[in-house]
């Protein structure tokens, strides 16, 4: 069996096609993550400021105590808040990335079925058993593949579980 020019430059251009697919992703996460930081900081400093503002214009230092304990909430929320964003991020860029990849192990497995169906037909008498240990391969990480899926789920909803659990005991 033989691959045809064709053939080659089709792959070659979905092989392109999938990295700029996944360095695009990746750069959408990145630059989110990079406005989330600079927001977070640029509040932070605000905060600072009017926090320093507040307890400087304290008239005595109970005044000057209850004011700083009054910004301690407050940025316990942000902090949470800021969590809860960057979680979000990732958690959207891993889904968006495990669709990639769930499509991409998908055209691979029919390619390769189709290799094997192929291979099948021309292969000389007496090699089934080597076909049926290709197929059989090819079931065991198909199966492999399933459970990877079922453990990163459960993974994201044990992070999901835990940031609404952090999310509601702050509040």
Avoid: C, W
């Amino acid at each position: 069996m033989s691959i045809n020019p064709e053939q080659f430059a089709a792959a070659n251009k979905a092989t392109v096609d999938s990295l700029l697919s996944v360095a695009n992703t990746a750069l959408a996460s990145a630059e989110r993550i990079a406005a989330l930081n600079l927001n977070t900081a640029r509040a932070a400093l605000e905060d600072t400021v009017s926090g320093v503002q507040t307890v400087m214009s304290a008239k005595d230092p109970k005044e000057a105590l209850a004011a700083q304990s009054s910004l301690a909430k407050p940025a316990v929320d942000k902090a949470v808040a800021y969590s809860r964003s960057v979680y979000e991020i990732t958690s959207e860029t891993q889904q968006e990335l495990a669709k990639m990849v769930e499509a991409q192990f998908g055209d691979f497995q029919k390619s390769m079925a189709n290799m094997v169906e192929m291979a099948s037909k021309s292969a000389p008498a007496g090699s089934e058993g080597a076909v049926a240990a290709i197929k059989s391969a090819i079931a065991a990480a198909n199966s492999a593949f399933g459970n990877m899926n079922t453990v990163a789920k459960q993974f994201s909803d044990a992070a999901q579980a835990n940031i609404a659990s952090m999310t509601k005991n702050t509040k």
